[in-house]
């Protein structure tokens, strides 16, 4: 979820990008870290993505003021945002090399989502990019990757400060439903262009013996979201409740 279950650079992570993420669990349990020269990259990696988003921020308020209207609000961001959420398929690379320790599966399903809802989606169906549903995954995604690149920028040079780890683990609670119903609206709006269009679509006869039906597909995809939303939602709400206890029950063993 940013589409399906999980979402932001490792994205996926585990989090659905929205929230907690299996590729750090900032001091919940240490592992070793990646050596110098992949610390270095990934900070710089980090800090690139973190602009990158900040980049899609400013645009978003710079459009609205100028417009005075959030309406048609997307085209203000397009080019940064199919930049940004794209370049994030290296993150799938991160973990297939062991410099970042998430599951190479778990990351792909998650960040392939996101740029499944950018690419197949909202760039192929040009009639949605109309509709203001997209403006609430577009500000979720926004929000939630300022905040969880930072927080793997300060964790990977051990300075982490409160604020971004709170953050990291508590703006879920808004931010991934926001998103999920963003996403939802956004697929259930193409729906219509898709069926009449037969967008991706692969009717018999052909020569391979193959049909495919990408409406039926995008409906299937929807009623995904059924399972998987409460499933990842309760256990971002575990992980929250065991990473930022943490502090207090060390000074309770104390």
Same mark, same amino acid.
Request: glycine share 8%; aromatic share 16%; hydrophobic share 45%.
């Given at each position: ?5 999980? %979402? /932001? %650079? %490792? &994205?996926?992570?585990?989090?659905? %990008?929205?929230?907690? &993420?299996? *590729? *750090? *669990?900032? /001091? ?12 270095? +990259? ?5 800090? @690139?993505?973190?602009?990158? $988003?900040? @980049? ?41 090399? /062991? ?8 990351? !792909? ?9 950018? $690419? ?20 979720? $995604? !926004?929000? !939630? ?16 400060? +409160?604020?971004?780890? $709170?953050?990291?683990? !508590? ?21 219509? +262009?898709?069926?009449? &269009?037969?967008?991706?679509?692969? &009717? ?51």
């Amino acid at each position: 979820m940013a589409a399906f279950g999980g %979402g /932001g %650079g %490792g &994205s996926r992570r585990a989090d659905n %990008g929205y929230g907690i &993420s299996g *590729q *750090q *669990q900032a /001091g919940s349990r240490r592992r070793k870290g990646p050596g110098a020269l992949a610390t270095a +990259y990934l900070v710089i990696y980090n800090v @690139v993505m973190t602009a990158g $988003w900040l @980049v899609i921020a400013v645009g978003l308020v710079r459009a609205y003021l100028t417009k005075g209207s959030y309406h048609n609000l997307y085209y203000s961001i397009e080019k940064p945002l199919k930049f940004f959420q794209t370049g994030a398929l290296v993150e799938i690379l991160h973990c297939a090399i /062991g410099i970042v320790p998430s599951s190479v599966v778990l990351t !792909t399903f998650q960040v392939m989502s996101r740029v499944f809802l950018t $690419w197949a989606v909202t760039h192929s169906v040009k009639e949605v990019q109309n509709e203001d549903c997209i403006l609430l995954f577009v500000v979720a $995604w !926004t929000i !939630t990757e300022i905040v969880r690149y930072s927080f793997y920028t300060f964790n990977l040079l051990n300075h982490l400060p +409160y604020f971004i780890k $709170w953050a990291r683990y !508590t703006l879920f609670f808004v931010l991934y439903p926001m998103g999920v119903l963003g996403e939802l609206l956004t697929i259930y709006a193409a729906l219509p +262009y898709v069926r009449r &269009s037969d967008l991706f679509s692969i &009717s018999l006869p052909n020569k391979y013996n193959f049909s495919f039906d990408y409406y039926t597909f995008l409906i299937l995809t929807m009623l995904s979201y059924i399972p998987l939303f409460p499933q990842l939602y309760f256990h971002m709400i575990h992980q929250r409740r065991k990473v930022l206890s943490l502090p207090e029950e060390h000074k309770k063993s104390e």
